[in-house]
């Protein structure tokens, strides 16, 4: 784990190549977990495998393997592959042989999220010690990077730690109605995490290795009205979800992207 600012010149920088949990999602819009295509093998007997399983040979060239391994990928894209993922492949790609963050997406929606989240934490910190009887470790202009202990990679920028099992996710959404929503929801009991922030929040739990997640809410605006502006919910560690869709599809993703940058450049990962 690494103590630093967020998005901090270090911070962007210690990211750079890594599949980070607030993008698993995109990593999810795709099969690929069953389409890694790799030439392995020695001279005289090389052979195409896709989970390590023999698919395809034996080539005497590897050349010959390599354009057959290219030829099985491009067929299995045609079907199991998103222009998400698609997409995300190229930044982390771009990141690998420049050596640079990629681009960084603004919008107004990103910098209501950045301005107002010292406030959400704030707001959670009470809270959080009421409900849970613990403190967070780590003040929100000084959040933890956390690289996977055993995957390459792979990594997250929760928000904050939470004792010795959880961490912090702070949501402020640029639609008021987003925050209506939730707030109806929450009001009787049926709140959860949105489907688009459970491969973020189960993906940061799995690679911090931790039990659980204060996922929160928070709106400045409707403060007006005499509302509370924070909502709060724990999210358990769901260990089934983990191991049998977003384990094995992040890191199919991350070997496709090893795979790829080899026959781009050859050689080792650069990080």
């Not at 790799?38 to 001279?43: H, I, K, N, S």
């Not at 967070?136 to 939470?162: M, R």
């Not at 070997?255 to 050689?267: E, N, P």
Request: overall charge negative; hydrophobic content about 40%; proline content about 4%.
């Amino acid at each position: 784990m690494t103590e630093l600012k967020q998005r901090s010149n270090l911070w962007r920088r210690l990211r750079i190549g890594d599949i980070t949990a607030s993008r698993f999602g995109d990593v999810l819009t795709t099969s690929l977990a069953k389409g890694v295509f790799a030439v392995d093998g020695e001279r005289g007997g090389w052979r195409v495998i896709t989970n390590g399983e023999v698919i395809s040979g034996d080539y005497t060239r590897k050349a010959d393997a390599d354009e057959k391994r290219a030829e099985l990928a491009a067929e299995w894209r045609k079907t199991h592959w998103s222009q998400t993922a698609e997409s995300y492949l190229d930044e982390k790609l771009s990141e690998w042989i420049n050596g640079q963050p990629a681009d960084v997406w603004k919008a107004d929606a990103v910098e209501w999220g950045t301005a107002n989240e010292p406030y959400a934490f704030e707001a959670a910190l009470p809270v959080i010690q009421e409900r849970f009887g613990q403190s967070l470790s780590t003040p929100v202009d000084e959040c933890a990077y956390i690289h996977h202990a055993t995957e390459p990679y792979i990594g997250c920028s929760p928000d904050g730690i939470i004792g010795d099992d959880g961490l912090l996710e702070l949501k402020c959404p640029y639609s008021g109605a987003k925050w209506i929503r939730a707030k109806r929801a929450f009001d009787r009991g049926e709140w959860t995490v949105p489907a688009e922030n459970l491969a973020q929040v189960q993906g940061s739990l799995w690679v911090a290795d931790r039990s659980w997640y204060a996922f929160c809410y928070f709106d400045p605006r409707v403060r007006a009205s005499g509302l509370d502006p924070l909502l709060m919910i724990k999210v358990e560690r769901d260990d089934d979800y983990i191991n049998n869709v977003l384990a094995p599809r992040v890191c199919a993703f991350r070997d496709y992207l090893v795979t790829t940058y080899h026959a781009m450049i050859g050689g080792k990962a650069p990080f």
